[in-house]
């Protein structure tokens, strides 16, 4: 499984799966509708309007839109495969990320506004809150903030490895800016480093917290990590038994997803008791009893 998300309202989850689909887990109806691509399955995140659109990125070189029910609406076609995608935080606007080393903003129509051209491979993609910035990671040791409107670099961050992740803090208070390869680096917004934050291995994801306290990593080593901005570890999510390729945050902060090439999506009270396991192979499709369980539609 290579993601998990909740919805805002926390009734409703998006897992990302090698076996070509998204799957959107209904709860209260005991019910996954199955959101199909041509490809392995990247990323699936909620739109941050109460979800009311879905937002897919895969290998089969597409991002789709789809509505809260699972109904395709658009699809963003790319030259190379889509490795990552994200809504602004209006929901007004996409971002997408593509292996042809460019980074695709969209309107919420499905329309190509302006692509942002690295010249080395390009992993991952974030708006800025007020969505007046990008920051991207990029094969060559280096994320860039750029302006949304102009295609320039406004500022650097020299991660001194592969950068594979970046994201913004919540736009209360200081913002801060995180980039990760095999080490997590907090800064902020004049390009100083503040703190280094160590897993054993390589990091898949980050994701703050929405009061921006607190920072959730997703490791290789098989666990996720809860820290404050200061650097301090505040707890181990450690059940994986194979790499963890997500871990995010629930709207109000009380809960945790992780998901992993184990195949499981594990739900977490954020005081680290495991809640719930949702079971997805990592390359084929639920087993006959899961999808009986849960009424699958296709």
């Given amino acids: 499984m290579?993601?998990?998300?909740?919805?805002?309202?926390g009734k409703r989850i998006l897992t990302a799966s090698r076996d070509g689909n998204a799957r959107l887990w209904l709860f209260e109806e005991a019910r996954v509708l199955n959101l199909p691509h041509r490809g392995e399955v990247q990323s699936a995140i909620f739109s941050p309007d109460e979800g009311s659109r879905i937002l897919t990125a895969a290998r089969d070189s597409t991002?789709?839109?789809?509505?809260?029910?699972?109904?395709?609406?658009?699809?963003?076609?790319?030259?190379?495969?889509?490795?990552?995608?994200?809504f602004s935080s209006d929901g007004r606007q996409i971002l997408t990320v593509s292996s042809d080393s460019a980074v695709t903003l969209w309107n919420a129509s499905g329309d190509s506004i302006k692509v942002f051209k690295h010249r080395d491979d390009v992993y991952a993609a974030a708006f800025s809150?007020?969505?007046?910035?990008?920051?991207t990671a990029c094969a060559d040791s280096v994320a860039r903030l750029w302006q949304t409107e102009?295609?320039?670099?406004?500022?650097?961050?020299?991660?001194?490895?592969?950068?594979r992740i970046v994201a913004f803090s919540p736009a209360s208070g200081e913002r801060l800016?995180?980039?990760a390869g095999n080490i997590v680096k907090l800064w902020n917004e004049q390009g100083n480093l503040l703190e280094s934050l160590a897993h054993?291995?390589?990091?898949?994801t980050v994701a703050f917290s929405s009061d921006g306290q607190q920072i959730l990593t997703a490791s290789i080593d098989q666990s996720a990590k809860l820290w404050n901005v200061r650097g301090e570890l505040l707890a181990n999510f450690g059940k994986h038994?194979?790499?963890v390729n997500s871990a995010n945050f629930s709207s109000d902060g009380k809960k945790i997803i992780t998901a992993s090439d184990d195949g499981y999506a594990i739900i977490w009270w954020a005081s680290k008791t495991i809640f719930e396991w949702l079971?997805?192979?990592p390359v084929y499709r639920l087993t006959r009893e899961e999808e009986e369980r849960y009424e699958i539609i296709r």
């Fill in 241 to 243: 038994t194979l790499p």
């Fill in 177 to 179: 800016l995180v980039t």
């Fill in 150 to 163: 102009k295609p320039f670099v406004a500022q650097s961050f020299k991660h001194g490895e592969n950068v």
């Fill in 2 to 9: 290579n993601a998990a998300a909740f919805s805002p309202d």
């Fill in 200 to 204: 054993k291995y390589g990091v898949k």
């Fill in 63 to 86: 991002a789709r839109l789809w509505t809260a029910g699972g109904s395709p609406l658009h699809a963003l076609r790319h030259h190379g495969e889509v490795m990552a995608a994200a």
């Fill in 129 to 135: 809150p007020d969505g007046n910035q990008i920051f």
């Fill in 279 to 281: 079971k997805t192979a």
